[in-house]
């Protein structure tokens, strides 16, 4: 999948990536790190590297080995599973809330799907080894990752549910809710071939989708742009999962 194929929503890190983080109290807006407590937060930060997550960028291929951990701060990453070796599906969105390299906690190094940068921002990350050798001796790492885990846990199950069982309208209201959550603007850039990804539909389902949340006033679109326009109608027209996956619990 290229980069035309993808879909960013236009925050100011989407614009413009930005330099690296400059301090530890930057980089501890990742909420998961920013949970640890000061001492050791201090001590881990020598592991840590500020980086910029380029829209597009593949950070993971599914079945190959996890080489790095990555904790968003302006960035978004869609977790994507393949299906018959072509189609894709979202499973899972990440973003300032947590981390991206869940397997490593659980003591597997290869990804079982394609983490792909949706919005472009900055992240902390960490060496696999590295975050191994610490999950294991510290406390508070391990404990904030398993609580994270617990939430990603949740959201994977109740959008695999999702899926399955709610109108198309629906879903993409819930979709578009949980990216604005992460990125804080009501405006994006999209192609229907990932919100075809996104959804599990054609994407003659993703415009008639759209069309009907137009139609609402809810959201306007026109040649790949998305502004949300009405988020409370939206947060109304979206299925019960989003109250239950917002930020991840």
């Known amino acids: 999948m290229g980069v035309s194929d993808l879909f960013c929503f236009r925050s100011d890190a989407c614009r413009n990536p930005g330099a690296a983080i400059a301090s530890s109290q930057s980089a501890k807006q990742n909420q998961l790190l920013a949970a640890l407590p000061a001492r050791e937060y201090q001590r881990l930060s020598t592991f840590l590297k500020s980086v910029t997550l380029k829209f597009g960028t593949t ?3 599914p079945g190959k080995p996890i080489l790095h951990v990555y904790f968003p ?52 990350c960490m060496t696999s080894a590295r975050f191994r050798g610490e999950y294991a001796k510290s406390e508070s790492l391990h404990r904030e990752s398993n609580r994270y885990i617990h939430k990603w846990t949740i959201q994977l199950t109740q959008i695999a549910a999702c899926n399955r069982f709610h109108r198309v309208d629906a879903r993409l209201a819930r979709w ?3 990216t604005r959550d992460r990125t804080g603007t009501n405006n994006c850039l999209y192609t229907q071939q990932h919100l075809s990804n996104v959804l599990g539909v054609r994407r003659s389902a993703v415009t008639i989708a759209a069309g009907y949340l137009q139609r609402r006033k809810l959201i306007s679109y026109h040649r790949g742009k998305i502004n949300i326009l009405n988020a409370k109608g939206l947060e109304e027209t979206a299925c019960s999962c989003y109250a239950i996956v917002k930020l991840t619990g």
């Open 73 to 124: 701060i302006t960035s978004v990453v869609s977790l994507l599973k393949t299906v018959d070796g072509r189609r894709q599906l979202e499973v899972g969105l990440v973003g300032y809330e947590g981390m991206v390299g869940i397997p490593l906690a659980l003591g597997s190094s290869v990804s079982p799907v394609r983490a792909l940068v949706q919005c472009s921002g900055s992240a902390i």
């Open 59 to 61: 950070l993971y291929e």
């Open 176 to 178: 578009l809710l949980m």
